[in-house]
């Protein structure tokens, strides 16, 4: 079965390496975006060097009508779409009392919202095939809690507990959903020397920050037959720093 995958904000960092490795075991990408075109192009390029077809889907996952038709175009594009990885987010630093009615939706459209809008797009497609992948994305100061993003934990606990509700209310159709917890995870272009201090500020004992592939790998797992039998759970890749 030819499997297909919309991945979004992957234009770059995570969201990129996530593409590529799915990509890399023969599925279908929709490299997502909302401004980088260019980035996105380029990731789309690479995704169809390793021999799958690979379109680029511009739009903001966070505002409604574009999630509508970002969904529905992957879906006229490929049929069915039948791994989602909800991977874009938007993490402003705002004190609790200073947040107003428009950020605190901003942030909950991009960061919770949109796991909703798309997975609605493109359960029923999952069904029919009876086999589908979800995976949203929490984070260590969401979990943990942190002065300045109120709404962020809020958003990204959100996103958790709806993968946990599509597991027990899916699983019947053989669709999983997982949440993954990124550490301090390098971006595109940084150096190990560049982010050594934060790992040692965060505590990771393994005493350096995280790669993108190494968060691609477990999503790749997650999205793999062999990962079939893991649904409902959350996987921290934070270098055995406390969650």
Known sequence: ??????????GRNIGRAIALRLAQAGVNVIVNGRSDRAACDAVAEEARALGVQAEVAMGDVGDPGQARDLAAAALDRFGTIDILVNNAGFRPHQPLLSITDAEWQAVLGVNLSACFWLSRAFLPGMMERRWGRIVNFTGMNSIRGANGYAHIAAAKHGGWGLAKAIAVEFGPHGITANTVSPGPIRQDGEEAADTSDQAKRIGVPLGRTGLPAEVAAVVA???????????????????????
């Open 1 to 10: 079965m030819q499997l297909s995958a919309f991945v979004s904000a992957s």
């Open 221 to 243: 797992l997650l999205c793999s037959d062999e990962g079939a039998f893991i649904s409902g759970q959350m996987i921290a890749v934070n270098g055995g720093a406390e969650t």
